[in-house]
């Protein structure tokens, strides 16, 4: 089965700092995987996704992400981070054919500080 | 219309209550999804209805009970549940359901109902 790891369970960081969260995959087929984030109470938003071509993956709000399948990895950056992205981060991953049944990480709450 | 909308926002029921979440999308989405999400957790996927018709069952106890009654409309009926039960309700919808490794498929979530059993 799939699954993916979310090492740091916070990031805090300064504005204007730039930004990486963690996340790896594990599985032994291809695979999709996903960034969403959630704001305080709020429903999750898709920031970007992998599924195959061009491994820098550009997504919503001046974030990206590279897919690197030798370390299974599917890291999130940010030049430079505003109060407004403090939240918390969800990586996620379905495999390739797999339907609608994304399986998401334990999450890394973002927050930015003054 | 880009919004998928959650009624109530918040509700606090006993254990012995029955009760039903409302999602509502006019995006003329066909797939339509219910998560749980407790405290400090990812969502865990629960139902997920394709094309009006029950595709995805995530072993979900009988007291949370689905329903799509139109493309619209998706309900998760409640009846004797439990204080563990208490969480976040996402309700969730993607154009066509036909996996979300598509191109053009994204899930677009409510900002969710928050339960708590008593």
């Known amino acids: 089965a799939q699954s993916v790891t979310q090492l740091d369970s916070q990031v805090p960081v300064f504005e204007e700092a730039p930004v990486e969260l963690r996340c790896n995959y594990s599985?032994?087929?291809?695979?999709?995987l996903f960034w969403y984030v959630q704001y305080p109470n709020q429903g999750l938003q898709l920031l970007l996704k992998?599924?195959?071509?061009?491994?820098l993956v550009k997504g919503i709000n001046g974030f990206e992400a590279e897919f690197n399948k030798s370390q299974t990895s599917f890291h999130l950056r940010k030049p430079s981070v505003h109060i407004s992205d403090t939240a918390e981060y969800f990586c996620?991953?379905?495999?390739?054919?797999?339907?609608?049944?994304?399986?998401f990480g334990t999450g890394t709450q973002l927050k930015v500080e003054l | 219309d880009t919004e998928v909308t959650q009624t109530p926002k918040h509700l606090v029921m006993g254990m012995t209550n029955k009760k039903s979440l409302k999602c509502e999308q006019h995006?003329?989405?066909?797939?339509m999804y219910w998560y749980k999400q407790k405290a400090k957790k990812p969502p865990e996927l629960m139902f997920v209805y394709s094309y009006e018709k029950l595709s995805i069952n995530e072993s979900v106890p009988s007291r949370f009970s689905p329903e799509c009654p139109n493309s619209s409309l998706l309900n998760l009926h409640l009846h004797a549940l439990q204080p563990e039960d208490s969480a976040l309700y996402l309700c969730?919808?993607?154009?066509?359901?036909?996996?979300?490794?598509?191109?053009?498929?994204?899930?677009?979530f409510g900002s969710g109902t928050q339960l708590s059993v008593l």
């Open positions: 996620a991953v379905i495999l390739t054919g797999g339907g609608n049944k994304l399986t």
């Open positions: 969730a919808s993607s154009p066509r359901g036909q996996g979300l490794g598509a191109t053009n498929e994204k899930l677009f």
């Open positions: 599985s032994s087929v291809s695979v999709y």
């Open positions: 992998y599924l195959s071509g061009s491994t």
């Open positions: 995006m003329g989405h066909r797939a």
